[in-house]
């Protein structure tokens, strides 16, 4: 049965009944076949079929939480019973926001498969936004998040980062050691998405600043080319900045702000033992690179 939800689920993420099978590793008749078949044994559509591709009926709609409550609790069980065999395997999903993921992740996950190769992974990369509903409705085990998080779940807090400004080279504040903040006033401002920019929002916010925002983007790495061309400042989390050159000014702020990067996990202790293991070894990898310097 669990097969039929599957499929149901990873046709509604891929958008596609091709891009499912690849997924799943079997057909797309197979895919198409288990959906019927699943609709026909619970007496109503989930899906409509059309030429511009699937979408869920209201029924559909209405199934969708419980069918990723049912796979997420069938992994921690897989979990659960290969971990009684001393076979730790399973699949961890992950969402993860860009400074993570592109910082952190890689290296845990080098030193994780090195141990326990048997666990798989599924990476789900977005914003703030992205991996609150991503663990608000079961689509990964854990998330990296911005604390202190509202959501009903176990957090593990991992570093606190800076937060700094960062501005063109030719900007008048090359000679100054720190940024005031009060100047995001005058200055022209690049921002990402107010369902995104919790880390700014709130420096300003607790500061009593409002910023003269020009220009909003969804994307990290946006921003920074827009101020590498003048076009204005923003202010960004020193561990999405670390490592890279771009050329562009970066200053801290005054007063001085940080964010609190965590993990969150579903509350109630329903995580699996290989997600807990993966937990654990994030732990350790931030705490050895905070001890070398590097975060």
């Known amino acids: 049965m669990t097969e039929k939800y599957r499929a149901l689920l990873a046709a509604v993420e891929l958008d596609s009944f091709t891009r499912a099978a690849e997924e799943l590793g079997c057909t797309q008749s197979a895919v198409s076949h288990m959906i019927t078949s699943l609709e026909r044994e619970l007496g109503?559509?989930?899906?409509?079929?059309?030429?511009?591709?699937?979408?869920?009926?209201?029924?559909?709609?209405?199934?969708?939480?419980?069918?990723?409550?049912?796979?997420?609790?069938?992994?921690?069980?897989?979990?659960?019973?290969?971990?009684?065999?001393?076979?730790d395997s399973g699949t961890v999903r992950i969402g993860a926001f860009t400074s993570v993921a592109v910082h952190w992740l890689p290296g845990v996950l080098k030193e994780f498969q090195r141990d326990y190769p048997h666990v798989e992974f599924r990476l789900l990369n977005g914003d703030y936004h992205d991996v609150n509903r991503w663990l608000s409705d079961g689509s990964v085990d854990l998330g990296f998040v911005a604390l202190p998080c509202e959501l009903k779940c176990e957090t593990i807090t991992l570093m606190e980062d800076r937060l700094l400004a960062i501005l063109p080279r030719s900007s008048r504040f090359a000679s100054y050691?720190?940024?005031?903040?009060?100047?995001?006033?005058?200055?022209?401002?690049?921002?990402?998405?107010?369902s995104s920019d919790h880390d700014a929002r709130r420096a300003l916010e607790a500061a009593g600043v409002k910023p003269n925002v020009r220009f909003y983007t969804k994307d990290d790495y946006a921003i920074i080319a827009m101020?590498?061309?003048?076009?204005?400042?923003?202010?960004?989390?020193?561990?999405?900045?670390?490592?890279?050159?771009?050329?562009?000014?970066t200053l801290p702020l005054v007063p001085e702000a940080k964010r609190t990067i965590g993990i969150a996990l579903p509350a109630g202790g329903h995580a699996g033992p290989a997600t807990r293991r993966f937990c654990d070894y994030v732990v350790r990898y931030v705490k050895g690179e905070a001890g070398s310097g590097t975060v």
């Open 44 to 87: 109503f559509r989930l899906l409509r079929r059309t030429r511009s591709g699937i979408s869920l009926t209201d029924e559909g709609e209405r199934m969708l939480s419980a069918v990723r409550a049912l796979l997420s609790a069938e992994e921690q069980l897989n979990q659960t019973a290969a971990a009684i065999r001393g076979l």
């Open 177 to 194: 050691p720190r940024f005031p903040l009060v100047e995001c006033e005058r200055e022209p401002f690049i921002s990402l998405l107010q």
């Open 227 to 249: 101020v590498e061309q003048g076009l204005g400042m923003s202010i960004m989390p020193e561990l999405l900045l670390r490592g890279r050159h771009d050329d562009v000014l």
